[in-house]
């Protein structure tokens, strides 16, 4: 099987559908987007890459137009920051390294611009084992915990030194 090759998404175009697709079919992980909430998020991303329609990752800095509870729980504890706001690879590529891929590029273009810090949650309720072990295998640490009732989840947050 080829390398895969990385996509850097245009921040004019938001993601194709196919991408939009993916997302919204792992919702109960992620969250639903709509063409339009998918085109802000790229316009205003650190980094919005895939990999062809099977994989995308979606992270912001500190200083992003982002009005999210988690991302403004890490703003609240941090300086300077790179958030992970969604990655998702489809099932047929799952276990493959592609996720790892998107990481490792992702904390090169960070520590490259002077980021300490890489951070994302993960699902407590509903849980979300695979996604725990795939980040503390990265390397994150538990830094705290949330309930988001409004939309019925627990939340761990996670960091990861990379400076």
Known sequence: MPAPVFIDLDPTSGLPDALLALNND???ELSVLDSGKARHLVR??????????????LAFDQDAPYDNHNFRWFKERFDRFVYIDRV??????QGGGWAKLLYLSL?????????ANVTCEINV??????SEAFHTGLGFETVGQAI????????RYFCK???
């Open 88 to 93: 998702v690879v489809t099932a047929k590529h």
């Open 26 to 28: 792992f919702a109960a």
């Open 161 to 163: 030194p990379i400076a």
């Open 107 to 115: 904390f090169a273009r960070a520590l490259e611009r002077g980021h």
């Open 44 to 57: 205003h991303a650190f980094m919005a890459r895939a990999i062809g329609d099977q994989a995308l990752l």
């Open 125 to 130: 309720d509903p849980p979300n084992p695979r």
């Open 148 to 155: 988001l009732p409004s939309v019925g989840k627990t939340v």
